[in-house]
Antibody, heavy 119, light 107 residues
Framework: QVQLVQSGAEMKKPGASVKVTCKASGYTFTDYYIHWVRQAPGQGLEWLGWINPHSGTTKSPQKFQGRVTMTRDTSISTASMELRRLRSDDTALYFCARSLTGLLWFDPWGQGTLVTVSS | DIQLTQSPSFLSASVGDRVTITCRAS??????LAWYQQKPGKAPKLLIYAASTLESGVPSRFSGSGSGTEFTLTISSLQPEDFASYFC?????????FGQGTKLEIK
């Protein structure tokens, strides 16, 4: 079955960077976009951007440009998201999710990776 | 950015009740709207896409309607496993945005 499995929880200090990975299985990795979404404690969902695993092209909202880097390794069907210059308000559950194009609904989602930023 | 406003934010209901959640967009998004269910500490699960198309495997008690700026998610007869949070998402234009969520609790 189609599955996205993410890396484990991370605890970081302010100013550091974090990298979260998302391993895909059950489908052809390069046929679907991978998105990144986060959810701060008790809050709603915020889209961080996508990567097209076929081309490596990425897109993210202006808010995250310069701070988020999305990459992929097609040899191991894995997408990664690095967030730099972490702040306390980056503490959140980070999800990867799949879609057929860059602007379409997400299905399925990874299980989530908790990133905690604290001094 | 397109803002999605869900109402209500909290909803208390009983098993067997019919409930409706509304999602209003700050500008027209055609039918490019999805609904997700999320349980605590878990990933969202796609319920409905294109405003009214039921995702495969989702029970038929869930339904969606609307287009343009106003959309609804209806659960015709609440089951115990339906008590969760629900989010809408627009995919009409970048950046994709989500509603703030509706938490459905047992009365």
């Amino acid at each position: 079955q189609v599955q996205l499995v993410q890396s484990g929880a991370e605890m970081k200090k302010p100013g550091a960077s974090v990298k979260v990975t998302c391993k895909a299985s059950g489908y052809t990795f390069t046929d679907y976009y991978i998105h990144w979404v986060r959810q701060a404690p008790g809050q709603g969902l915020e889209w961080l951007g996508w990567i097209n695993p076929h081309s490596g092209t990425t897109k993210s909202p202006q808010k995250f440009q310069g701070r988020v880097t999305m990459t992929r390794d097609t040899s191991i069907s894995t997408a990664s998201m690095e967030l730099r210059r972490l702040r306390s308000d980056d503490t959140a559950l980070y999800f990867c999710a799949r879609s057929l194009t860059g602007l379409l609904w997400f299905d399925p989602w990874g299980q989530g990776t908790l990133v905690t930023v604290s001094s | 950015d397109i803002q999605l406003t869900q109402s209500p934010s909290f909803l208390s209901a009983s098993v067997g009740d019919r409930v409706t959640i509304t999602c209003r967009a700050s500008q027209g998004i055609n039918s490019y709207l999805a609904w997700y269910q999320q349980k605590p500490g878990k990933a969202p699960k796609l319920l409905i896409y294109a405003a009214s198309t039921l995702e495969s495997g989702v029970p038929s008690r869930f339904s969606g309607s609307g287009s343009g700026t106003e959309f609804t998610l209806t659960i015709s007869s609440l089951q115990p496993e339906d008590f969760a949070s629900y989010f809408c998402q627009q995919v009409n234009s970048y950046p994709s945005t989500f509603g703030q969520g509706t938490k459905l609790e047992i009365k």
